[in-house]
């Protein structure tokens, strides 16, 4: 079983919708959770972080974590064809670790 | 402040030929990684280094060799390159998020 687990999409939504991105964790003890934004041929860029049950909002983005379920997701309101593009899941695998453990992404478009 | 730089951006390589990949940061982490990335397979990490002068395994480590050559500089080594090791290789750093270096696109023929 993969550490970290996503759907690998591609998920696609008409401009304007909400999208809804998945994650689960194997590692109870994980502390720290990571979404990062990458576009093609380019380098993971951090958008959001959470750490405490419940919702983190940050403009547009809103990450929701349930320990007890072992779940993060990405919601994107008002999507743009902009926010078309691979989100990384990533955990932070062993508390007080170094190492952090990415999913393998899924692909979203967002259609004009 | 450039962040996290890497060299070469591109490279073709010959099986059997070795390069190092370079990686500095001015960020002053002290945690620096190497990670592989291919098609449906996310973020692999082959070796990272937790703070200067110590260095461990990741997940795929098999092939490669590391230096901290001092808190800016951590490169990766390919002793003899194979073309499982076709691949597009990032840098990071990490001070609870990671830092990612634009990367390096590896082929290997």
Request: proline letters at 4%; glycine letters at 10%; hydrophobic letters at 30%.
């Amino acid at each position: 079983q993969k550490e970290v687990e996503q759907n690998s999409g591609p998920l696609s939504v008409p401009e304007g919708a909400i999208a809804s991105l998945n994650c689960t964790y194997s590692d109870r003890g994980s502390q720290s959770f990571f979404w990062y934004r990458q576009y093609s041929g380019k380098s993971p860029e951090l958008i959001m972080f959470i750490y405490s049950n419940g919702d983190k909002e940050d403009g547009r983005f809103t990450a929701q974590l349930n320990k007890a379920s072992q779940y993060v997701s990405l919601l994107i309101r008002d999507s743009q064809p902009s926010d078309s593009a691979t989100y990384l899941c990533a955990v932070n695998g062993e508390t007080g670790g170094f190492k952090t453990i990415f999913g393998a992404g899924t692909r979203l478009f967002v259609k004009a | 402040n450039a962040g996290v730089t890497q060299t070469p951006k591109f490279q073709v390589l010959k099986t059997g030929q070795s390069m190092t990949l370079q990686c500095a940061q001015d960020m002053n982490h002290n945690s620096m990684y190497w990670y592989r990335q291919d098609p449906g397979m996310g973020l692999r990490l082959i070796y990272y280094s937790a703070s200067e002068g110590t260095t461990d395994k990741g997940e795929v480590p098999n092939g490669y060799n590391v230096s901290r050559l001092n808190k800016r500089e951590f490169s990766l080594r390919l002793e003899s390159a194979a073309p499982s090791q076709t691949s597009v290789y990032f840098c990071a750093t990490r001070q609870e998020t990671q830092y990612f270096g634009p990367g390096t696109r590896l082929l290997v023929l």
